[in-house]
């Protein structure tokens, strides 16, 4: 059995992982388009739930090793308002590893996927995917120079942007009205707010910033605000958008004033944000979508990466029935297609809703965001006083 992955990202690594260990006489090639591994920035961290993305790991025999090195336990995610008030405060419970959340840097995550997949399947950079098309007993990825890549299956890791995505379903990715600068800061300030974390400080003019304590002693940000279209921020300098940041947090706490101002230049970046709506099918015939390239989403529930994770592991549950007993893995086909479709529509659609939430530009809305924000935290207190 011959398939092709395309895209080496955090789906497509962990299938082609997790296929080295159930299916391993099958022959899986990943395409991916970046010329090598680290060939784009990747410099921000990513959490690790306990629900969904370790145990996805744990089954590639990688929990233990990720939770060295920079990995961080987190133990608090804080939301603030922009003076610096707490409005709620998130302390997962020890004893409960389902709430449980590492962060880990991405480049670091790849590199130990990397490792895991070893000799199961041969990778091949420099690799654009534009389409793919479907015979009757085959599937041949076509590629940006006309080359045809044939092989029994085919499965699409390619992202929001994914050109298999483009064929099979036709649809196109979602503005959601935001944009994101991001940076660095070479500091560590002494606060409670980076000490078990992440914080998130949100403004009143549907503006916030999510920040957190980096390896090597310095500070991440990433300041997102209402856009009216994307890219509206690309033509600007690495000055201009720092400066943009500092406009837009002049009134802001003294933390928050401080990452900025320490922010290096050369670390400064922006990004547009998108989802796509939930489809209800991730498969056609022999060809899958997984990852990003089946539920796109808002970064603001933590899932994207998590969801990837599992269903990649998972995916590979289907070809190991398959290459055993072909003619009984059609039923569980179905079955684990309806948990990929389900578990991300449920994540699109609450990533949105709290993209929303967090982003809201009415006053009305931010005032019944931040006391409903401040009356759960109050319920979470007396809890934990109780226990």
Known sequence: MEIVVIGAGLSGLAFAA????KAPGARVTVYERDTGLSSRPQGYAIGIKGETGLPALRKLDLERHLLGGDTVRVTDFVVTDQRGRALLELRPAPVDERNLTIRVQRQQL??????????????RFGQRCTGFEVDGDGVAAIFDDQARVRADYLVACDGVASAVRARMVGDQPRFLGLTSIYGDAPIQPAHPLLEGGYFIALGR?????FCYTQPGKSVHFSFTMPATRPG?????GRRDLLDRVERG??????????????TGLESVGVRDYFDRDPIDHVRAGRVWLVGDAAHPMAPFQGQGANCCLLHGVRLADWFAALDRAPA????????????????????????RKRARQLHTTSGFSWAMRDGGFRMGNAMLKLMRGRS
Do not use: Q
Request: charged share 30%; proline share 0%.
């Open 249 to 262: 947090t002049a009134g802001w706490f003294d933390l928050v004033r401080e990452v900025v101002a320490a």
């Open 328 to 351: 009984a893995a059609e039923a569980l086909a179905s079955r684990i297609e309806a948990e990929l479709v389900g578990r991300g529509r449920k994540a699109v659609l609450e990533s």
């Open 232 to 236: 509206e921020l690309d033509g600007a």
């Open 18 to 21: 997790a296929m080295r260990r």
């Open 110 to 123: 790849k590199r130990a996927l990397l490792g895991a997949v070893g000799d199961g399947a041969e990778l």
């Open 205 to 209: 003019d549907g503006s916030s910033f």
